[in-house]
C-alpha cells in the first residue's frame, strides 16, 4: 500500500473529525486556562516564597522543563496505546499541579511550588499534542485549518485564565492564591471529561515500528525551519511573557493590570487561529510564519518605548499575535516533513526541540531582570530572530521533495 493510500484509509466520517475538533477545542481552552495561571502567578507567588529574588521566575521555568522532558514520552506513550491515553495521564498531572501548587503555598514551600509547576508542564506537553490529534484522520487539504480551529480553543483560555485569577485569588485571605489553584486542579479534570469522547484512529503496527531513521528526517532544511521558527518563536513569546507580569509589579502596576495584560496576550495568541488555518492554506506555512516574526520583533520594539500599562499591554498583544503565525505556521511545516506512521515521533522530537530550547531562554529571563531589568529582556530577544530568518531563508532555497517519495534516500 502507498503513503497515499494508507493516509487514505484512516480517515475518519466527517461527522467524527468534527465532533474530535469542538471536543479538543473545548479541551484546549480549559488546559490553556491552567497555563495562563501559572504565567500569571508564577513569578508572583516564586518572589513570595523563593530564597532568592533571582529565583522569582524559577517556577515559570520549571513549567517549561516539565514540558520538554515529558514531551517524548507523552509521543512514546500516544505511539504504543493511542493519544487518548496520553491525554488522560496529562491530565492527571493537571490536577496534580493544581493540588501541590495550593499545598505549597499553605506551606511556604518553594520547592513544593516548583514540583507543581514541573507536573503543570507536563500537563502542557500533553495539550501540545492536540493540535496535532486534530489532523488524525483529516485530508491533507484540511489539516492546516483543523490545527488552527483546535488552537482557536485558547480564545476562551485567554478569558477564562486571567478571570479565574482575578476572582478567587484573594476568597482565603491570608494564603492569597490558593483557592486558584484548587480551581485549576477542577478545571483540568473537566477537560478530562470532555476528552474522553475524542475517537482518533488507533496507532498502526507501522505507526509503532517508527518509518525512517529520525536522523534523516531532522536532517531536511524544511524540518529544521519548522523547528527553528517553533523554538524562536515560543521561545520569545515565554522570555517576554514570564518577565511582563514582574516587570509591571516592580514598575508599580498593579496585578489586575497584570492580569488583564495577559488575558489580551492569551486573546491574540488565539483568536487569530480562527483564519490562520486559512492564510495558511492560500499563502503557504512560510510567509505566515515570517510575517510572525516580524510582529515578535515588533512587539519588542514597542516594548522598548516605555514602562506604562498601555506598552506593557501592546507588548503583550503584538507578542501573542506573533506567537500565533509563528507557531501554527511553524506546525504546519511539521505535517509536511513526515509519513503518517512517522507522525508522533516527528511531532514529538519538533515540540522537544521547540521546548527544549524554550527552556534555555526561561530560566534566562529571571536572570537578566532581576540584574539589568526590563529593556535588556526586550533587547537580547533580537538574536533568536535573526536564527529563524536565517533558517527560513535556507528552506526556501533548498526544497526537499515530498516525504512519500523519499524512500531510496532514507534507505
Given at each position: 500500500?502507498?503513503?497515499?493510500?494508507?493516509?487514505?484509509?484512516?480517515?475518519?466520517?466527517?461527522?467524527?473529525?468534527?465532533?474530535?475538533?469542538?471536543?479538543?477545542?473545548?479541551?484546549?481552552?480549559?488546559?490553556?486556562?491552567?497555563?495562563?495561571?501559572?504565567?500569571?502567578?508564577?513569578?508572583?507567588?516564586?518572589?513570595?516564597?523563593?530564597?532568592?529574588?533571582?529565583?522569582?521566575?524559577?517556577?515559570?521555568?520549571?513549567?517549561?522543563?516539565?514540558?520538554?522532558?515529558?514531551?517524548?514520552?507523552?509521543?512514546?506513550?500516544?505511539?504504543?496505546?493511542?493519544?487518548l491515553t496520553a491525554f488522560l495521564a496529562g491530565t492527571?498531572?493537571?490536577?496534580?499541579?493544581?493540588?501541590?501548587?495550593?499545598?505549597?503555598?499553605?506551606?511556604?514551600?518553594?520547592?513544593?511550588?516548583?514540583?507543581?509547576?514541573?507536573?503543570?508542564?507536563?500537563?502542557?506537553?500533553?495539550?501540545?499534542?492536540?493540535?496535532?490529534?486534530?489532523?488524525?484522520?483529516?485530508?491533507?487539504?484540511?489539516?492546516?485549518?483543523?490545527?488552527?480551529?483546535?488552537?482557536?480553543?485558547?480564545?476562551?483560555?485567554?478569558?477564562?485564565?486571567?478571570?479565574?485569577?482575578?476572582?478567587?485569588?484573594?476568597?482565603?485571605?491570608?494564603?492569597?492564591?490558593?483557592?486558584?489553584?484548587?480551581?485549576?486542579?477542577?478545571?483540568?479534570?473537566?477537560?478530562?471529561?470532555?476528552?474522553?469522547?475524542?475517537?482518533?484512529?488507533r496507532p498502526t503496527a507501522q505507526e509503532v515500528a517508527?518509518?525512517?531513521?529520525?536522523?534523516?528526517?531532522?536532517?531536511?532544511?524544511?524540518?529544521?525551519?519548522?523547528?527553528?521558527?517553533?523554538?524562536?518563536?515560543?521561545?520569545?513569546?515565554?522570555?517576554?511573557?514570564?518577565?511582563?507580569?514582574?516587570?509591571?509589579?516592580?514598575?508599580?502596576?498593579?496585578?489586575?493590570?497584570?492580569?488583564?495584560?495577559?488575558?489580551?496576550?492569551?486573546?491574540?495568541?488565539?483568536?487569530?487561529?480562527?483564519?490562520?488555518?486559512?492564510?495558511?492554506?492560500?499563502?503557504?506555512?512560510?510567509?505566515?510564519?515570517?510575517?510572525?516574526?516580524?510582529?515578535?520583533?515588533?512587539?519588542?520594539?514597542?516594548?522598548?518605548?516605555?514602562?506604562?500599562?498601555?506598552?506593557?499591554?501592546?507588548?503583550?498583544?503584538?507578542?501573542?499575535?506573533?506567537?500565533?503565525?509563528?507557531?501554527?505556521?511553524?506546525?504546519?511545516?511539521?505535517?509536511?516533513?513526515?509519513?503518517?506512521e512517522e507522525k508522533t515521533r516527528v511531532q514529538s522530537?519538533?515540540?522537544?526541540?521547540?521546548?527544549?530550547?524554550?527552556?534555555?531562554?526561561?530560566?534566562?529571563?529571571?536572570?537578566?531582570?532581576?540584574?539589568?531589568?526590563?529593556?535588556?529582556?526586550?533587547?537580547?530577544?533580537?538574536?533568536?530572530?535573526?536564527?529563524?530568518?536565517?533558517?527560513?531563508?535556507?528552506?526556501?532555497?533548498?526544497?526537499?521533495?515530498?516525504?512519500?517519495?523519499?524512500?531510496?534516500?532514507?534507505?
Amino acid at each position: 500500500m502507498t503513503h497515499a493510500h494508507a493516509d487514505a484509509a484512516d480517515l475518519l466520517p466527517e461527522k467524527i473529525q468534527n465532533e474530535n475538533i469542538w471536543r479538543l477545542s473545548i479541551a484546549q481552552a480549559l488546559a490553556g486556562a491552567n497555563a495562563v495561571v501559572v504565567y500569571a502567578t508564577g513569578a508572583i507567588v516564586g518572589a513570595q516564597l523563593a530564597p532568592s529574588p533571582v529565583l522569582a521566575t524559577l517556577p515559570i521555568s520549571i513549567f517549561v522543563v516539565g514540558m520538554a522532558a515529558c514531551i517524548l514520552p507523552v509521543g512514546a506513550l500516544a505511539r504504543r496505546h493511542g493519544r487518548l491515553t496520553a491525554f488522560l495521564a496529562g491530565t492527571g498531572a493537571g490536577v496534580l499541579a493544581g493540588l501541590l501548587a495550593m499545598c505549597a503555598v499553605l506551606l511556604g514551600s518553594f520547592w513544593l511550588f516548583c514540583l507543581a509547576t514541573f507536573f503543570g508542564g507536563g500537563y502542557a506537553a500533553v495539550v501540545l499534542s492536540f493540535r496535532f490529534a486534530a489532523a488524525d484522520g483529516v485530508a491533507p487539504g484540511r489539516r492546516a485549518r483543523a490545527l488552527s480551529l483546535v488552537m482557536a480553543g485558547g480564545v476562551a483560555a485567554g478569558v477564562v485564565g486571567p478571570q479565574l485569577v482575578t476572582y478567587t485569588m484573594d476568597w482565603w485571605p491570608p494564603h492569597r492564591f490558593t483557592a486558584t489553584y484548587l480551581m485549576q486542579a477542577v478545571v483540568a479534570a473537566l477537560s478530562a471529561l470532555i476528552l474522553l469522547g475524542v475517537k482518533l484512529p488507533r496507532p498502526t503496527a507501522q505507526e509503532v515500528a517508527g518509518g525512517r531513521p529520525l536522523g534523516f528526517i531532522a536532517r531536511q532544511p524544511r524540518f529544521i525551519a519548522a523547528a527553528t521558527c517553533g523554538a524562536v518563536t515560543y521561545l520569545l513569546m515565554n522570555f517576554l511573557m514570564t518577565s511582563a507580569p514582574l516587570a509591571m509589579h516592580m514598575s508599580g502596576h498593579s496585578q489586575e493590570s497584570a492580569n488583564w495584560g495577559l488575558q489580551w496576550h492569551v486573546i491574540a495568541m488565539y483568536a487569530p487561529s480562527f483564519f490562520t488555518g486559512s492564510l495558511i492554506t492560500r499563502w503557504g506555512a512560510g510567509r505566515v510564519v515570517a510575517a510572525g516574526l516580524v510582529l515578535t520583533g515588533l512587539s519588542a520594539v514597542i516594548g522598548l518605548g516605555g514602562v506604562d500599562v498601555p506598552h506593557f499591554w501592546i507588548t503583550l498583544i503584538l507578542l501573542g499575535l506573533g506567537w500565533n503565525f509563528g507557531f501554527l505556521g511553524a506546525s504546519a511545516l511539521v505535517l509536511e516533513c513526515h509519513r503518517p506512521e512517522e507522525k508522533t515521533r516527528v511531532q514529538s522530537l519538533n515540540d522537544f526541540i521547540v521546548f527544549g530550547l524554550m527552556a534555555i531562554g526561561s530560566f534566562s529571563s529571571g536572570g537578566l531582570l532581576a540584574a539589568y531589568g526590563w529593556d535588556m529582556v526586550l533587547w537580547v530577544s533580537f538574536a533568536p530572530l535573526v536564527l529563524a530568518f536565517a533558517a527560513l531563508a535556507m528552506m526556501a532555497r533548498r526544497k526537499d521533495p515530498d516525504p512519500g517519495q523519499q524512500e531510496n534516500a532514507a534507505s
